[in-house]
Structures are given as structure tokens and as C-alpha cells.
């Protein structure tokens, strides 16, 4: 199982860019999907989460400029990130809490995180 994260670069202040994480493995089911980020000398934070129910939930820093959309049958969470500040500049990874198929046994519940894809926003 790996989730593997694309679309990151270099953005002017005020552009956008979309991130893509896509889920493959031996995956029965997909629970809550989620993006998170870590500036140089800080610690990882939440940006937005997305329940299996696409329920949503953003930090304040990011509301009303990020969106966060899940395709459930391609196994794959979108973040796009509008108005675009230096702030925003990041490593961004993407998690995931999966339920692992083990064939004849019940699937076992797991976290996974992608590898992190370098979001930088000049000024």
C-alpha cells in the first residue's frame, strides 16, 4: 500500500495549485483522507481533513482559500489551494486511514502518509 502525492512547485503569490494523492494497494476501504504540512523549523500541522462521508474540516490559516475533494472510486484526495501566500510554503503530505484487505481475514485498520510533495510561493 503507498499513497503517492503530485502537483507541487513554485507559485507567484496569489496563484493556485492543485495537489493529487492517490491510494493503491491492497485497500478494502478508505476512512477519513487528509493533508498536512511542515515548514522548514516547524512542526507538521493539519491543512484540511475529509471523512469517507466527505465531511470537512480546514485550519483557520487555510479556510476559504483551500478546498479538499476526495474521488472515492480512484482512491484519490484533492487539495486545491487558492490565493496562495509565501506562509504557505511547505513540504505537504498526504494521510490516509485505510482498511488494509487481508483477503479471508477482516480488514485491519492502518495509517498511511505519502512523501511529501514541496509547495513554494514566492513573493
Known amino acids: 500500500v503507498q499513497l503517492v502525492e503530485s502537483g507541487g512547485g513554485l507559485v507567484q503569490a496569489g496563484g493556485s495549485l492543485r495537489l493529487s494523492c492517490a491510494a493503491s494497494?491492497?485497500?478494502?476501504?478508505?476512512?477519513?483522507m487528509g493533508w498536512y504540512r511542515q515548514a522548514p523549523g516547524k512542526q507538521r500541522e493539519l491543512v484540511a481533513t475529509?471523512?469517507?462521508?466527505?465531511?470537512?474540516n480546514y485550519a483557520d490559516s487555510v479556510k476559504g482559500r483551500f478546498t479538499i475533494s476526495r474521488d472515492n472510486a480512484k482512491k484519490t484526495v484533492y487539495l486545491q489551494m487558492n490565493s496562495l501566500t509565501p506562509e504557505d510554503t511547505a513540504v505537504y503530505y498526504c494521510?490516509?486511514?485505510?482498511?488494509?484487505?487481508?483477503?479471508?481475514?477482516?480488514?485491519?485498520?492502518?495509517?498511511?502518509w505519502g512523501q511529501g510533495t514541496q509547495v513554494t510561493v514566492s513573493s
Open positions: 494521510n490516509a486511514d485505510l482498511n488494509i484487505d487481508r483477503g479471508i481475514y477482516y480488514p485491519r485498520r492502518e495509517e498511511y
Open positions: 475529509i471523512t469517507s462521508g466527505r465531511s470537512t
Open positions: 494497494g491492497s485497500i478494502f476501504s478508505i476512512n477519513a
